[in-house]
């Protein structure tokens, strides 16, 4: 295969096929979508027998049985799959959304609206619902997608994209408007970030490794956050029960997601206290903890934190303790040490839960509330297609209005400028 020429009519494909998609009305988009979410329940045997074949080669491959299970297509799975397709149809079109609206002076009528980003790239890791989601989101929003998932789910993909691309086909969609990379040559994924002449905006979605090749090869904008390394800070005025149970529920609900707690900053004033405590409930749960000095003198069993677990994104049942001697020394070690995705302060201090959230400079800052809540659903998105940690377009749970962009349309009666 010549990969640079199939990419390349990928790419002009899609580029074509977003120009039909963006002025799509939303009956036609939502046809497309329930015909999309048929065409998967009525192929459950073959989805699942071509799922089996990801597993096998996985399995020889001595993937984990932790990333076995992510791969794993289920009947049930697949209902999911169809349930969240459904959910997007019910979720209000952000496209033609009159956003601001003036009058000038001179009579000039100025409407910002909200239009389609164009061609939207989407390379991801592992779970091959991703490709039923991304599509999902992506055609709500008017835009053409070229969805490219990890070797390790190819056959999968391939085959929910079939299902998809078929039913595109069947209600009078450009079956270009969705399209799938069906090749694991790594050569693609380099012609495709070259692609900036056709394509509009990357999303990365997968372990750090992946989004930093991405973000240092591509020649296209790029929506992403590194990694979550996610703080809840719990003060002097904390209230020691809510506090025992936000970080309980912060690190533990999910431990494999970024927005999981990684650190743990008590202020000195209630560390004699509620670290035992909360050193209990964490280790009962098999959380291993890595303190400093100060920490580790209220609790001996506490493992010493080396400079790098500071940093680190563990997702999994570790967690970094620092004692700090004010609410000044926990937004300082945030600063240095965060990833600028999800943080929590503990405290009935009002003063103090406004400093927190005017000076730490994240895309979620939590008052008396567990870091796992950001999350599209959760935010009342309905669905999201990733988390960014960027500040230009979207910041945060990226859901269906951060899929758009937005156009000014000037309506007037003649008028020249002097």
């Known amino acids: 295969m010549n990969v640079k020429a199939y990419v390349d009519?990928?790419?002009?494909?899609?580029?074509?096929a977003s120009r039909k998609t963006a002025i799509a009305d939303t009956s036609a988009k939502n046809a497309a979508l329930e015909q999309m979410a048929l065409n998967l329940i009525n192929s459950k045997e073959m989805l699942m027998a071509e799922n089996e074949k990801d597993i096998k080669a996985a399995e020889e491959n001595g993937l984990s049985s932790a990333m076995i299970d992510r791969l794993k297509l289920t009947g049930p799975r697949i209902d999911a799959m169809a349930e969240g397709i459904r959910e997007v149809i019910n979720l209000s079109d952000p496209v033609g959304e009159i956003m601001e609206e003036i009058t000038r002076p001179n009579g000039l009528g100025i409407q910002k609206i909200r239009v389609p980003i164009g061609v939207i790239i989407i390379i991801y890791e592992s779970r091959p619902n991703v490709t039923a989601d991304a599509a999902s989101l992506c055609l709500k929003t008017g835009n053409a997608t070229i969805l490219r998932g990890g070797k390790e789910s190819i056959h999968s993909n391939i085959a929910i994209y079939r299902q998809i691309s078929s039913a595109l086909e069947e209600v009078g969609f450009d079956k270009n408007a969705i399209q799938v990379i069906e090749t694991v040559d790594r050569e693609a994924v380099g012609y495709l970030l070259k692609a900036d002449e056709y394509a509009d905006l990357v999303i990365p979605r997968g372990g750090e490794g992946l989004i930093r090749n991405v973000v240092e090869n591509s020649t296209i904008p790029v929506i992403k956050h590194y990694k979550g390394v996610c703080h809840v800070y719990v003060d002097e005025f904390a209230d020691p029960d809510m506090a025992r149970g936000v970080c309980l529920n912060s690190k533990l609900q999910r431990p494999g997601t970024c927005n999981a707690m990684e650190t743990m900053l008590?202020?000195?004033?209630i560390s004699g206290s509620f670290l035992p405590d909360i050193y209990k409930g964490m280790s009962d749960a098999g959380v291993e903890l890595r303190g400093?000095?100060?920490?580790?003198?209220?609790?001996?069993?506490?493992?010493?934190?080396?400079?790098?677990?500071?940093?680190?994104?563990?997702?999994?049942?570790?967690?970094s303790v620092k004692v700090v001697s004010s609410i000044d020394d926990a937004i300082e070690h945030i600063s240095a040490y965060g990833s600028s995705h999800s943080e929590a302060i503990i405290t009935e201090d009002k003063s103090n839960a406004k400093k927190f959230t005017n000076e730490v400079d994240s895309a979620a800052v939590y008052v008396n509330a567990s870091t796992r809540?950001?999350?599209?659903?959760?935010?009342?998105?309905?669905?999201?297609?990733?988390?960014?940690t960027d500040k230009l377009h979207a910041?945060?749970?990226?859901?269906?209005?951060?899929?758009?962009?937005?156009?000014?349309?000037?309506?007037g009666t003649g008028q020249l400028r002097q």
């Open 395 to 411: 910041r945060g749970p990226m859901g269906l209005k951060e899929l758009t962009s937005y156009k000014y349309i000037i309506r």
């Open 266 to 269: 008590v202020h000195e004033k």
């Open 9 to 16: 009519k990928i790419v002009r494909g899609a580029k074509k």
């Open 373 to 388: 809540f950001t999350d599209g659903f959760e935010f009342g998105m309905g669905a999201e297609i990733g988390i960014s």
């Open 292 to 319: 400093c000095e100060k920490s580790r003198k209220i609790v001996s069993e506490i493992e010493p934190a080396t400079e790098e677990d500071w940093s680190e994104e563990y997702l999994e049942k570790i967690l």
